[in-house]
């Protein structure tokens, strides 16, 4: 992760802009004063600055939780604060370079709020989850002209060096997301999909919560896949191809197809390796044969005036609050000019999202955007709005 190691940190006048990036404002944690988030907007992209104070050092880096999916924005950001504020550089990975020029001009790049707003596409649309060094989805991309893919990836170098191709081989039916799959799936139209590629997943056997295969996932690619669409999974680990198996199976109906050391038209570099190492890869595809429901989803993320005072609010601190379904964990508190900032984790337990609540003057907002327009994250929010009703 891009960061500078500072001996002091230095706090500027907000807000302030430099080289067209713009400081807005700062949040101090208020259980832990060695902890800070700036917020900063940059073409279009808010996210934050994290400044961590350390003993004879500070740390200067970006936000995992807002960061955002171009890498050179942070870079960008973070050499613009230390500019500003005159700090004293220690040691950086920050390179001080121009923006590659194939990434100047980026059009296939979208934020989930794309595909929030009535996202309908005019052909058959196919999704790649977790696209990693990216070969399969361009090589699909580039042999099937009349599809649009849509390749989702939470590694940030990986999706520039996607972004970069899709440049160079000047593709327009590629589309890059940078956010949970799983939660990604609740927003696409019903019956659009073709395919739905989950190729090696992380298998998370320390953390099956956390696997892309789940019961929830294939109900909603049942749900958007074409009548005769498919779902694959190809995998190298046998436990997750036994997991994926028993979970495939548990539906009351299903059509499966079973293959083990399968080629395909083009794999993955890891894939070359795994052979190498005479690993064995398995192949299970799901067929969808029934049309599914329009999805519908009805109400929205506004708040009324915030009753609760600021200090109860900042008492809400490390608190869960359970309701039918779902969740809110209340993890940080912040305090900002004129009002508090939370640090929210919320939603159903398997596929939270995580994201900020600003409450200013009364006024309460999430950022870095709204959630994710879902069943369960519409339940937590009318739960969450009436705690701050009080």
Avoid at 296 to 306: A, C, K, L, P, T
């Amino acid at each position: 992760m891009p960061h500078l190691h500072i001996s002091e940190f230095k706090e500027i006048e907000f807000p302030l802009s430099e080289d067209g990036v713009s400081f807005n404002f700062i949040a101090d944690n208020i259980n832990h004063d060695e902890e800070k988030l700036i917020s900063v907007t940059l073409d279009g992209d808010d996210f934050f600055l994290l400044v961590k104070e350390e003993d004879n050092r500070s740390l200067l880096k970006s936000d995992k939780l807002t960061r955002p999916a171009s890498i050179f924005n942070v870079h960008k950001a973070l050499l613009a604060y230390a500019k500003l504020a005159k700090l004293d550089i220690i040691s950086s990975n920050v390179p001080e370079q121009q923006k590659n020029i194939h990434l100047e001009e980026i059009s296939s790049l979208k934020k989930v709020e794309y595909f929030a707003s009535n996202f309908k596409p005019d052909k058959e649309v196919r999704i790649e989850v977790g696209f990693g060094s990216g070969r399969h989805v361009l090589h699909q991309a580039a042999q099937n002209p009349d599809i649009l893919f849509i390749g989702i990836e939470i590694h940030r170098p990986s999706i520039e060096q996607v972004l970069k191709q899709i440049t160079i081989q000047n593709l327009d039916n590629l589309l890059v997301l940078d956010y949970d799959a799983r939660l990604f799936m609740e927003l696409i139209p019903s019956n659009i999909v073709g395919k739905v590629y989950v190729h090696f997943p992380v298998p998370w056997d320390k953390k099956p919560h956390r696997r892309v295969i789940s019961t929830s996932f294939i109900k909603e690619a049942n749900r958007v896949l074409k009548v005769g669409g498919q779902l694959e999974l190809r995998t190298d680990s046998e436990n997750y191809y036994a997991y994926s198996y028993e979970t495939f199976i548990a539906f009351n109906k299903t059509i499966l197809h079973i293959n083990k050391n399968k080629d395909i038209a083009i794999s993955s570099k890891y894939e070359d390796r795994w052979k190498k190492m005479e690993k064995n890869i398995y192949d299970i595809t799901m067929i969808n044969e029934e049309e599914s429901p329009d999805l519908s989803i009805e109400g929205d993320f506004s708040f009324s005036h915030v009753e609760l005072s600021s200090q109860e609010i900042e008492l809400l601190h490390k608190q869960v609050k359970k309701f039918d379904g779902g969740f809110i964990h209340f993890e940080r508190v912040y305090k900002i000019k004129d009002g508090v900032m939370l640090r929210l984790s919320m939603g159903s337990f398997d596929r939270p999202e995580h994201l900020y609540l600003i409450i200013n003057k009364g006024v309460a907002e999430y950022f870095p955007s709204l959630p994710l327009k879902s069943y369960t994250n519409l339940s937590a929010h009318r739960f969450l709005e009436k705690m701050l009703h009080g």
